[in-house]
């Protein structure tokens, strides 16, 4: 019996398990898999703690192939149905495996371990980080958009407008904001009603007017308007900056 064919794979966990159905084989087992491991299974081995249940592809008379159950098991449950089956095959089998566990559990292997779980966590980082950069650049106009919100609560002044779209990575400041909105049909751009809203973006609300009346000591009055941007007209703008 070359037991070297029966093949010592390492679980998720790191931990040695043996393919059930090549232990069988090893064992030199008469009665149909299925029905041998129920009956190992009687002597408390638990699922998903001793083995685990995996799916196999078996081929059949027709040349295609179907799916059959079959098991990972855990070294020390795999030397313990070696040891149930008290003949010589079952004793040269568990000694094999004691074998493997003692090379397993070596320094060098442990070492070796060590090592491979160290490049493995280092190499998810590098992935996960790579992944958090990728998801950041991905919401960066959500992200906008929420910060835009938080200010959006009352109407701002074309200045302050300017600030938040700055903050929010475009630099332009008060005056080439100003421009800007003449430029781009939001503002008047000359007369009596330069710098007002024009018919459209009122008619958006993005902004308002505020009226103020101011009585002159020498009994004038006055009336001021200023022109803020309302809290959908920053959400508006500050979106509109990010796609320039």
């Known amino acids: 019996m070359n037991l070297e064919l029966i093949k010592i794979d390492v679980n998720e966990n790191n931990e040695p398990i043996v393919c059930g159905r090549e232990l069988h084989r090893a064992l030199e087992i008469q009665t149909p898999y299925k029905k041998w491991f129920e009956r190992m299974c009687e002597y408390g081995f638990i699922e998903n703690q001793d083995y685990y249940t995996v799916g196999q592809k078996s081929p059949i008379a027709n040349g295609g192939y179907q799916e059959v159950a079959n098991h990972d ?50 190499n998810s980082l590098t992935i996960t980080t790579k992944e958090l950069e990728n998801k950041l650049e991905e919401q960066k106009p959500k992200v906008l958009f929420a910060n835009a919100v938080e200010t959006a609560h009352t109407s701002i002044l074309i200045g302050d407008l300017a600030k938040l779209i700055k903050q929010n990575g475009y630099d332009i400041g008060q005056n080439r904001l100003f421009k800007w909105l003449r430029e781009n049909g939001y503002l008047i751009k000359s007369g009596e009603r330069r710098n007002m809203p024009t018919q459209s973006a009122m008619e958006k609300e993005l902004f308002e007017v505020k009226e103020r009346t101011i009585n002159d000591p020498n009994g004038v009055v006055r009336i001021t308007k200023t022109v803020k941007c309302t809290g959908k007209g920053q959400i508006y703008f500050i979106n509109k900056f990010c796609e320039i």
């Open 73 to 122: 098991i855990r070294l020390d449950m795999a030397k313990e149905i070696a040891m149930i089956q008290r003949n010589e095959v079952g004793k040269t089998v568990r000694q094999y495996f004691l074998q493997v566990e003692k090379e397993y559990n070596s320094p060098e292997k442990v070492m070796a371990r060590a090592l491979r779980i160290a490049e493995q966590q280092i």
